[in-house]
């Protein structure tokens, strides 16, 4: 799709626009924590999965910043605001509420949503976040369960 996208041409929605400017950020800190989780992680499996999700949040970056673009003409430069936690265990708990908060926050855009690609790139990165909470939840079952025995 080129151009601007129609229903906002006339009237842009400033409380989406707040929305996707709080995506933008939440997507660019975690964009920077996880790596920082990858390199704490145990095992090259765990940090290849890290990183994998890590590809997710940049794709969900990119697709924030062009909706905005397209919905402004603007391109924000967002710049990291949030300090990472400190150790892998801190930071895998962290990760577990951060993507199920953002689970919840990408649903509630996509259902106040009026224009359908937005309803729909809003559920799709629903389903990545979710995706993600369940990956940390199992590496910070794994290494708790580990620590117990
Ligand atoms: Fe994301
Ligand atoms: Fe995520």
């Known amino acids: 799709m080129t151009g601007y996208l129609d229903p906002f041409i006339r009237g842009v929605d400033h409380h989406l626009l707040a929305d996707i400017k709080k995506a933008i950020q939440g997507e660019y800190n975690a964009i920077h924590c996880?790596?920082?989780?990858?390199?704490?992680?145990?095992?090259?499996?765990?940090?290849?999965?890290?990183?994998?999700?890590?590809?997710?949040?940049?794709?969900?970056?990119?697709?924030?910043?062009?909706?905005?673009?397209r919905l402004t003409g603007k391109r924000l430069k967002p710049q990291v605001t949030e300090s990472c936690p400190s150790n892998y265990l801190e930071g895998l708990k962290f990760s577990i509420e951060d993507e199920q908060e953002t689970v919840d926050f990408y649903l509630e855009?996509?259902?106040?949503?009026?224009?359908?690609?937005?309803?729909?790139?809003?559920?799709?990165?629903?389903?990545?976040?979710?995706?993600?909470?369940?990956?940390?939840?199992?590496?910070?079952?794994?290494?708790?369960?580990?620590?117990?025995?």
């Open 34 to 69: 996880y790596q920082l989780l990858a390199e704490q992680a145990p095992s090259s499996k765990e940090r290849k999965q890290i990183l994998e999700i890590r590809e997710d949040e940049i794709k969900h970056y990119n697709q924030f910043i062009n909706l905005y673009y």
């Open 109 to 149: 855009i996509s259902d106040k949503a009026k224009e359908s690609y937005i309803r729909k790139l809003f559920k799709r990165a629903a389903k990545d976040e979710q995706n993600h909470a369940v990956w940390f939840l199992y590496f910070y079952t794994k290494y708790c369960c580990k620590k117990a025995k």
